[in-house]
């Protein structure tokens, strides 16, 4: 069964483990990974409200909208959430992901983007 909470703490000891060396960069768009990584680790640190998305989110909003589509949720392998925080007019919210712990620290597995 996957975990699907996760506290701020467990989320920034996350970004703090998947941020690495450009040596060990495993893909062309690791550069893009390790700056959303950064992002949400400065986000969570200044103390933005986030959502932990779940499947059952998914499904209530696809019932409330039958044109919703939630293909991105919580399980086994990717921590998908959302992060509030106050843009220039209005509040924003935007669609994050991680790896699990898991996932990150399974040397079989050094390549989660």
């Known amino acids: 069964m996957a975990k ?10 996350i970004c703090e483990k ?9 893909s ?3 550069a893009w990974r390790q700056l959303r990584v ?3 680790w400065a ?8 959502k932990i998305i779940l499947q059952a989110d998914c499904a209530e909003a696809e019932a409330e909208d039958e044109s919703a589509y939630c ?10 959430f959302e992060i509030y925080y106050r843009g220039k ?3 924003e919210v935007e669609i994050y992901f991680l790896p699990t712990i898991e996932r990150l620290t399974n040397p079989e597995n050094q390549k989660w983007d």
């Open 38 to 40: 950064g992002q949400i």
């Open 89 to 91: 007019n209005e509040d």
């Open 4 to 13: 699907l909470d996760y506290s701020r703490e467990e989320l920034l000891d």
């Open 71 to 80: 293909p991105y949720y919580t399980n086994e392998r990717t921590i998908w």
């Open 18 to 26: 998947a941020l690495v060396s450009e040596a060990h960069w495993g």
């Open 43 to 50: 986000l969570l640190k200044d103390g933005c409200a986030f």
């Open 28 to 30: 062309e768009d690791s």
